[in-house]
């Protein structure tokens, strides 16, 4: 059974950077997409980036493009999320998910999940 857990969240001022990471366990990443997702109080879970099991062409939220960067590490068995220049509207607690093979944006395609980390940007 795949485990997923997310660390690496904190508090940051605005313009600030944060790396994520999702370390996988019970299995390695291989025949696995990995999604991370956020929400804040009040909102729905909403798809931040999406990498699919070769790695090539990660998607993107639009809001995040340019400045976040998603990447796995065979090696290391850990998928992860480099955030750069944060803003206050982007506060929330960012999960990692995973499924079979094929990216998505949608939480809603995801089986696995991690139990999140706490993102707080502000000055």
């Known amino acids: 059974q795949l485990q997923l857990v997310e660390s690496g969240g904190g508090l940051v001022q605005p313009g600030e950077s944060l790396r994520l990471s999702c370390a996988a366990s019970g299995s390695t990443l291989d025949g696995y997409a990995f999604g991370w997702f956020r929400q804040a109080p009040g909102k729905e879970r909403e798809g931040v980036s999406t990498?699919?099991?070769?790695?090539?062409?990660?998607m993107y939220a639009d809001s995040v493009k340019g400045r976040f960067t998603i990447s796995r590490d065979k090696a290391k068995n850990t998928v992860y999320l480099q955030m750069n220049n944060l803003k206050a509207e982007e506060s929330a607690v960012y999960y990692c998910?995973?499924?079979?093979?094929?990216?998505?944006?949608?939480?809603?395609?995801?089986?696995?999940w991690g139990r999140g980390t706490q993102v707080t940007v502000s000055s």
């Open positions: 998910a995973a499924r079979r093979w094929i990216r998505s944006m949608s939480p809603d395609n995801y089986p696995y």
């Open positions: 990498i699919g099991e070769s790695g090539v062409n990660p």
